[in-house]
């Protein structure tokens, strides 16, 4: 349904936007271990989980915050990314950044212990050299 000036009803909510990008953050657990099967290295692979962990602990922290400043900021008037055409004024983006945002940072605090936990099954699993002769 939208309104007279063109925004679709009913507007966003903080739990909503947040069950959202808990549900992409899951998603995103898998794609993130199937990923990890084409890094060759044993080595290699416990590196790359470890550093996509901490990439997404600190947009975990960064997305939430200024995601949630942004949604205080803007008083209640949040808008959706298809909204974007009625927005207008220069603080106007910001009403579409804020569950962007927020979505995003929910999104990596799901996926920040996803790939610890993949990291330290991959370390578990260990790599043998004397089994394979390097």
């Given amino acids: 349904m939208r309104t007279e000036d063109a925004i679709i009803q009913p507007l966003l909510r ?5 069950a959202r990008g808990a549900l992409y953050g899951l998603a995103a ?6 990923t990890s099967l084409f890094v060759g290295d044993h080595h290699d692979r416990t590196t790359f989980l470890a550093v996509a962990g ?10 939430i915050l200024i995601g949630l ?12 990314c298809r909204d974007w055409h009625t927005v207008s004024g220069q603080a106007g ?9 927020l979505r995003i940072g929910v999104l990596a605090l799901v996926l920040f212990p996803g790939a610890f936990g993949l990291y330290h099954v991959v ?9 394979y002769g390097d």
Wanted: with cysteine; hydrophobic share 60%.
């Fill in 29 to 34: 657990v898998p794609l993130l271990g199937v």
């Fill in 123 to 131: 370390d578990g699993a260990g790599y043998d050299s004397w089994l």
């Fill in 14 to 18: 903080i739990r909503d936007v947040a």
């Fill in 54 to 63: 901490g990439f997404a602990a600190a947009v975990a922290v960064a997305g």
């Fill in 93 to 101: 983006p910001v009403t579409v950044a804020a569950p962007v945002l």
């Fill in 69 to 80: 400043f942004f949604w205080w900021a803007c008083g209640g008037d949040i808008r959706r």
